[in-house]
């Protein structure tokens, strides 16, 4: 049985939800609501291909810059 915790908003509830053995957390702590045209371009716009300029890139769905 896979237990998922959905509404989780807060560091506090994530934390107690995985030390109550939660599997899944998943609420706006992770991803606020979309609107249909963010959803759009998040999911169902083509993926960005390898040499794209990250410009061509909607800044809504850009990765994280990594941290050295």
Known sequence: LTVVAE??????QAGWLAEAGCDVLQGWRYAPAL????????FLAP???????IDAVPADVRP???SR
């Open 7 to 12: 509404g989780v908003e807060t560091p506090e």
């Open 35 to 42: 609107d249909e045209a963010a959803f759009v371009r998040r």
């Open 47 to 53: 993926a960005p291909r390898a040499g794209d300029a």
């Open 64 to 66: 994280e810059p990594a």
